[in-house]
């Protein structure tokens, strides 16, 4: 079984900082891609950025220049952080990946993480 575990939410100031890491374990080969979404209440959960194993990085253009997404392929650890923060970046995060879970061609599982909780406030 595979998990994904979400930590470093929590409540912070408009204009303030924060960052969310995503660690992954169990048994599996190897993470094409990580990423972060996030939902509010009452909304559509949305892609917030998007690192592949190539490198590409993508981000929703509401977070550009502010958020940055990172990865540790040693730690099987996904980041953001998240500077400026803003009132309307007020969601529950949700870390996702995209796993090779053995050696078997095509054998990809997609899994979520339970979400953390940041609340951009003054």
């Known amino acids: 079984q595979v998990q994904l575990v979400e930590s470093g939410g929590g409540l912070v100031q408009p204009g303030g900082s924060l960052r969310l890491s995503c660690a992954a374990s169990?048994?599996?080969?190897?993470?094409?891609?990580m990423a972060w979404y996030r939902q509010a209440p009452g909304n559509q959960r949305e892609l917030v950025a998007e690192?592949?194993?190539?490198?590409?990085?993508t981000y929703v253009d509401s977070v550009k220049g502010r958020f940055t997404i990172s990865r540790d392929n040693a730690k099987n650890t996904v980041y953001l952080q998240m500077n400026s923060l803003k009132h309307e970046d007020t969601a529950v995060y949700y870390c996702?990946?995209?796993?090779?879970?053995?050696?078997?061609?095509?054998?990809?599982?997609?899994?979520w993480g339970q979400g953390t909780l940041v609340t951009v406030s003054s």
């Open positions: 996702n990946a995209l796993i090779k879970r053995t050696v078997v061609l095509g054998d990809a599982l997609e899994v």
């Open positions: 169990g048994a599996f080969v190897s993470i094409y891609a």
């Open positions: 690192v592949t194993n190539g490198g590409n990085i």
